[in-house]
């Protein structure tokens, strides 16, 4: 079966975010004096085979803890769902 | 009222993901042979001050079409929500 897992990759909350800043900094240029925080996260979309959404499931969890999360600075999340045809 | 809007911007289906290769090829290398495909982008999250929820939305909008997306490779999505105290 085909899923699709869409994997939230967030700087934890004491990290220094110097690109929200820097996106933070241009917004409030532009005239939006309104916007008081802006982080900046990534958003990674997987497309993978598995016999089934447990083994999905873990397959997208093993892949964030080896490669697309670092754990010292990051947190992630992510759903899972069948990949559209 | 204070707003979270959570904004996902991914590139248009027809534009060329080198990022995305990359991780694919990493996935590849560390045993993950069943992954398919993967598209890397962004996930920003942005806290505003805004009077309610219309207002709130035409603001992240904006700043979306403004400055956080490139509309020719990019597309956006968002949702909102009060933001957490």
Aim: proline fraction near 7%.
């Amino acid at each position: 079966m085909m899923f699709l897992a869409r994997v939230y990759v967030t700087l934890k909350p004491m990290v220094n975010d110097p690109q929200g800043l820097t996106v933070k900094g241009g917004l409030h240029t532009l005239g939006f004096a309104a916007v008081m925080d802006v982080r900046v996260g990534k958003f990674i979309e997987v497309t993978l085979e598995a016999p089934g959404r447990a083994e999905a499931q873990q397959h997208v969890e093993r892949m964030c803890r080896q490669l697309l999360v670092n754990p010292v600075i990051e947190t992630f999340r992510f759903d899972l769902e069948p990949a559209p045809v």
